[in-house]
């Protein structure tokens, strides 16, 4: 145990360990605290967009996952209607997407930043935090397996503890519960079917027939060692705390693999986990001086597909790079960060949650389904959709499904009462 690093960074998924592998490499001494020990689970439907292809690219470690398994893009089902939707080509993002389950995708990118030369406490719980000031923290107490609580000095904290982030909490992160959230729940299965694409099942329907906001999805793993295939297998509901989920998503997990057994020759599902998913940015108390929070702990999440690899290893480097950017600045992070997650985010966070809204309001999806999917125009459109729900849109792309979703994003963000991270 240290007595003092530059930089503890509190977690040991992909946002704590992206940021860990680019401090250490800036030349930092650099910390990783997490309160399990690795390998660990981590609840999550395992898919890796393009777009967080590039940023394992980014380091180096995109072959370690595109050599296991490869999707070529997504399979749209429901309302009387299938769609085929690739991976754009010709983008900033590569064409192809892959899967790896989180406990050895997190194992991958920690072992990579020990590499890169961050120390690596797993089994070691960050319990309370020292703060001169309210904006400021200059010490953090970490409880060891042994169970003794030792103190460690920090000059900068990021904390990157997942979606309920204690950490979060004792520095005064408020989660917003009347924007819309996410309610999950994921396993795994064998399969007898090898298969090239993500599935996503939008039309979610529980045991008495009724259909849930929401979607369930098979992601392919590749092969099991045995001569087999697995799958993550899941479904995730929207709720807001005015209109919730009203559904066991573990039950509705197994409703949703007997609706899909004959199909995929799925054996049981294996491993069910839930969560809840704090999305699009509805918390606020982000960031102090020397502190921020980023990837699941700032609720970098998309609204509209609860998609979050990418989100966090996108602001893991954006808050080192921040951090190293303006070191003497006296204000710090306390508005830079959340003014920095706005102008990348705030515009499509802002109406992928103003639409995912729109899925909880009851008669919504029944009436709306049956024009998306099993309407004549379902291509195009569901192509654009999942080009939009794989966050493949940047500021560089000039075509008309770009510039409409930026310029609805504008107009989303700029009626908000509440924009995200405030």
Not at 45 to 55: N, Q, S, V
């Amino acid at each position: 145990m240290p007595a003092g690093v530059d930089l503890l960074i509190v977690g040991g998924g992909p946002a704590g360990s992206t940021a860990a592998a680019y401090a250490a490499a800036a030349g930092l001494e650099v910390a990783v605290a997490d309160a399990r020990a690795f390998p660990r689970d981590k609840t999550c439907g395992d898919g890796l967009t393009p777009r967080a292809l590039a940023e394992l690219d980014r380091l180096g470690l995109a072959g370690a996952v595109t050599g296991r398994v490869v999707n070529r893009g997504l399979r749209l089902h429901g309302f009387g209607g299938s769609v085929t939707a690739p991976w754009p080509a010709g983008g900033a993002f590569p064409a192809t997407g892959s899967a790896m389950p989180r406990a050895e995708f997190d194992r991958l990118l920690l072992d990579h930043a020990a590499a890169a030369g961050a120390r690596i406490l797993d089994g070691h719980e960050v319990v309370d935090l020292v703060r001169p000031s309210l904006r400021r923290v200059s010490h953090a107490l970490l409880r060891g397996p042994d169970g003794e609580v030792r103190r460690v000095a920090v000059d900068r904290l990021l904390v990157a503890d997942g979606v309920r982030s204690p950490v979060g909490r004792l520095l005064g992160r408020v989660w917003h519960r009347d924007h819309v959230f996410g309610v999950a729940a994921r396993s795994y299965c064998a399969t007898g079917r090898a298969e090239e694409w993500i599935h996503s099942h939008l039309e979610l329907t529980d045991a008495e027939g009724r259909t849930l906001p929401g979607y369930g999805w098979i992601f392919p793993l590749g092969a099991d060692g045995g001569g087999g295939q697995r799958v993550n297998l899941g479904c995730g509901a929207l709720a807001t705390a005015g209109r919730p989920a009203r559904a066991n998503v573990k039950k509705l997990l197994r409703h949703y693999a007997g609706r899909v057994r004959a199909e995929w020759g799925l054996g049981e599902p294996e491993r069910v986990t839930s969560a809840l998913l704090p999305m699009g940015g509805a918390v606020s108390g982000v960031a102090g001086v020397n502190w921020a929070l980023i990837g699941d702990a700032a609720a970098l999440v998309n609204p509209l597909n609860g998609e979050g690899i990418d989100y966090a290893m996108e602001s893991a480097r954006l808050a080192v790079h921040r951090m190293l950017a303006a070191p003497g600045d006296p204000d710090g992070l306390t508005h830079a960060w959340p003014a920095l997650l706005r102008e990348h985010y705030g515009e499509s966070f802002s109406l992928a949650r103003r639409l995912a809204g729109l899925l909880t309001r009851p008669g919504f999806l029944p009436a709306a389904g049956p024009l998306t999917l099993g309407a004549p125009w379902a291509g195009p459109l569901m192509g654009a959709a999942a080009r939009l729900m794989g966050n493949l849109v940047t500021e560089a792309d000039r075509d008309l499904v770009a510039r409409t979703w930026r310029a609805a994003g504008r107009l989303s963000a700029a009626a908000e009462s509440r924009p995200p991270w405030a």
